[in-house]
């Protein structure tokens, strides 16, 4: 006997049944499964039924604590015979386990009477299966050699106990001066080994180990949970233009849905702009209320240096009047009752950039957009640099030609004043001797000397070729200050003349020490219209996860 005990000391016991309605429930099946257990190096089972009994012990030799269940007049009792006793320790049981709770038994003999009898009788151990601390006490004082708390919260007493109770295990190690062994609800590994630290002399795990479909349910339930959230994952994100406000329901994914657009009127200043802007975001909203998709936040990208702490316009050009000094995040709050976050647009472009585009995946790039100005961002160790003020990358504003050109920053030679909508035209005309007529604006002459190169056009292919070694100047210094894994470009006025690209790689590399071994990528982006949308979406769902 005293080597059953020291065989279990500080072992697990895999508890190995299935109830009457599980295809498991099966003598063959359950012995399967105690020999799989047993051969994993499960020190102990504890097995329900003779038969069963019988047939495992003839394949392994460990310690098995045996109980017979009986159901009798709509009752469940454990072992509620001698009879049933001796079956099991005739079948090869080492210990049995009996009920020896206080609650009234319509069935079997008295607890006390079939201890004795287990001793005197059959000279095997008892486990006294109990649910509070007295019933453990009178068990341990009739003689009961180890105590289990198995049947704590399945008793009318104790049924709103609803896990494994650590402080009644400790009373009992402290009062009733017999082992204790930990069953009933010990669900995890972490558990297990509590149980241990805590001093259960042995451990006992059933269904976590050995019920597949109580195993299966669980994750069934964790998924289903998993799968809500992913539903609930949607933003309204917003970039405020100087002519356009866009606004759209954006998912976790970056897909846009029900896309708004309405005009900024920014000659109406601060109030004007914030009027066109919550308009545009409440049809946003309807929108999803429309569909039945639940918003969480809302991303709002705007022209401007961000304060990143309280969401307010540090500075912001004439494009947007009377917006430098707002505060836009609170304003928004107010209005919606949502999470509001704000970003300055080039920052959400590289965010959008980052979660949905080319730099999926990335941890160091850059990425520039050239048009009107030149708008960027560096992502660096994952992390988008915003800056004290917002600032943090203003490419743009790099002098890249001492005494150059002025810029309307104030400074001379800047890469803007160069790399732009009318740097282009500027060069072209130069080159070509004459302007493109027929046009509406800058853009519109820009894109027809765009499709000029494109056809092959010498002069435009030339100014192109200008551009490039400028923008090259700016990149080298990028990619020595910030050593990024690619540069990333885009822009109506390069997307579709891929020539300039490349050239502005091979011209970087030139200008780079150890430029050759380097390789540095400069790229085209991959991030659409809607990038500015997108990206602000993407603070609502980072908020989410931190
Ligand atoms: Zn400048």
């Not at 309605?21 to 047993?38: F, G, M, Q």
């Not at 702490?309 to 004439?318: E, K, L």
């Not at 400074?411 to 001797?433: H, K, Q």
Request: glycine content about 10%; charged content about 20%.
């Amino acid at each position: 006997m005293h080597q059953i005990l020291e065989a279990l000391h500080h072992k697990l016991i895999v508890s190995c049944q299935a109830m009457p309605d599980d295809p498991l429930e099966n003598t063959d099946a359950l012995r399967r499964i105690s020999l799989a257990v047993a051969s994993a190096g499960a020190d102990g089972l504890r097995l329900n039924g003779a038969s069963l009994i019988h047939l495992v012990r003839k394949d392994t030799s460990i310690p098995i604590i045996g109980i017979e269940k009986r159901y009798e007049k709509g009752a469940l009792r454990i072992t509620p015979t001698f009879q049933d006793a001796a079956a099991l320790a005739e079948a090869g049981a080492d210990i049995i386990a009996l009920d020896c709770t206080d609650q009234i038994h319509p069935f079997g003999e008295p607890w006390r009477q079939i201890i004795k009898r287990i001793h005197t009788e059959l000279g095997v151990l008892v486990m006294a299966d109990i649910a509070t601390l007295e019933e453990g006490i009178a068990a341990a004082e009739a003689g009961a050699d180890f105590i289990g708390p198995t049947l704590n919260g399945y008793t009318e007493a104790t049924k709103s106990s609803e896990c494994f109770d650590w402080k009644l295990l400790r009373d009992l190690q402290q009062k009733t001066g017999r082992p204790v062994i930990a069953e009933g609800r010990i669900n995890t590994p972490e558990d297990a080994k509590r149980a241990i630290e805590e001093g259960a002399w042995s451990v006992v795990v059933g269904s976590a180990i050995t019920r597949p479909g109580i195993i299966t349910r669980h994750f069934i339930n964790v998924v289903n949970t998993a799968q809500k959230e992913d539903a609930a994952h949607y933003a309204i994100g917003v970039d405020i233009g100087g002519t356009t406000i866009k606004a759209a329901v954006v998912s976790h994914d970056g897909t846009t849905l029900t896309p708004v657009r309405l005009a900024t009127e920014a000659h109406l200043g601060r109030e004007g702009i914030a009027k066109n802007l919550t308009s545009a975001i409440s049809q946003a909203l309807e929108q999803a209320n429309a569909a039945g998709l639940p918003i969480k936040g809302i991303g709002i990208a705007t022209a401007g240096a961000v304060d990143h702490r309280d969401g307010s316009i540090f500075a912001a050009t004439d494009n947007l009047p009377g917006w430098t000094g707002f505060s836009l995040r609170a304003f928004a709050e107010d209005c919606f009752h949502l999470p509001c976050f704000v970003i300055n647009d080039a920052h959400a472009a590289v965010l959008s950039e980052q979660h949905f585009g080319f730099g999926d995946g990335l941890t160091d790039f850059v990425a520039i957009t050239i048009g009107t100005g030149i708008g960027g961002g560096i992502v660096s160790n994952g992390k988008l640099l915003l800056g004290q003020h917002g600032f943090a990358g203003t490419i743009g504003h790099s002098v890249i030609q001492v005494d150059g050109r002025p810029c309307n920053c104030g400074r001379a030679g800047c890469l803007e004043a160069y790399v732009s909508t009318a740097g282009l035209i500027r060069e072209y005309t130069r080159l070509s001797g004459f302007m493109p007529k027929d046009t509406i604006d800058d853009a519109a002459i820009a894109l027809q000397i765009n499709q000029l190169a494109c056809r092959g056009d010498k002069p435009a292919q030339e100014a192109y070729k200008v551009l490039s070694l400028y923008l090259s100047d700016a990149i080298a210094n990028l990619f020595n200050i910030l050593d990024p894994q690619v540069v990333l470009l885009s822009g109506g006025l390069i997307e579709s003349y891929p020539q300039f690209i490349t050239d502005v790689e091979s011209q970087v590399q030139q200008r780079l020490h150890f430029g050759a071994g380097r390789r540095p990528q400069v790229r085209a982006a991959s991030a659409g219209k809607n990038a500015g949308v997108q990206g602000a979406a993407t603070l609502v769902f980072e908020s989410d996860r931190s």
